[in-house]
């Protein structure tokens, strides 16, 4: 167990939908990754956000919105939903801004199927 | 550009074969690679970092700076080691900071 927590983990819902994708980091973590997982794509880095703020980005549709809360955990929005967003969105969190030597603790992701 | 290429989508191997899984790297600058591994689209977790130059479960990576690659090896593969595997790289921006740039990920397929 990483410690990341997502929900949910699987989710259907039609196109031209909108669907909020939760991630608690691990405790202590100040860094949140939004990471998309598609067959054709693979793992492409949507956002960064570091203690409240946005540190880097992706390639983040402009459909996509996140954002980090006070207590550090974080939201994906996902709007205007279409065929092609079906994939699996991981969050992944580390303790500084650009990791401790590079790990990243991963959750399990939300599977998000539009139909 | 920073960029991780992985050239192989699927290798398959055979119990107690050796295994390398490539991987190559576009950064200017000093790199920063790592592997991660993904069991059965699990969570990704992290394999091993080139900077601790360490063996895993028996796999190992070299950096090779005049190849740009960083490729992941196992002599004797397991059917334990069947997983994806995804070869990264700490891109820096500015501000300082990092974001980890991953290959397209390599399915690794062992077989009985």
């Known amino acids: 167990d990483s410690g990341v927590t997502q929900t949910p983990k699987h989710l259907i819902t039609a196109t031209g939908q909108r669907v909020t994708l939760r991630c608690s980091p691990r405790?202590?973590?100040?860094?949140v990754y939004w990471y998309q997982q598609s067959l054709d794509q693979g793992l492409q880095f949507l956002i960064q956000?570091?203690?409240?703020?946005?540190?880097a980005k992706g390639n983040i549709l402009e459909r996509f919105s996140a954002q980090q809360f006070p207590d550090l955990h974080s939201e994906l929005n996902l709007s205007s939903l279409e065929l092609g967003d079906s994939a699996l969105y991981f969050c992944a969190s580390s303790a500084r801004l650009a990791g401790k030597g590079g790990e990243l603790f991963f959750g399990e992701g939300s599977r998000l199927t539009v139909l | 550009a920073q960029r991780v290429t992985q050239p192989e989508k699927l290798l398959s191997v055979f119990k107690g074969a050796p295994v390398e899984l490539k991987c190559n790297y576009s950064y200017s600058g000093s790199p920063e690679l790592f592997w991660y591994v993904q069991y059965s689209r699990q969570r990704l977790q992290l394999l091993l970092r080139h900077i601790s130059r360490e063996s895993i479960k028996g796999f190992t990576a070299d950096l090779n700076k005049g190849e740009t690659s960083f490729h992941l090896k196992k002599p004797f593969a397991q059917e334990e080691d069947s997983a994806m595997y995804y070869c990264a790289l700490m891109g820096w921006g500015s501000s300082n900071t990092g974001k980890l740039i991953f290959g397209q990920g390599t399915t690794l397929q062992v077989k009985p």
């Open positions: 956000y570091y203690n409240g703020e946005e540190r």
């Open positions: 405790s202590g973590d100040l860094s």
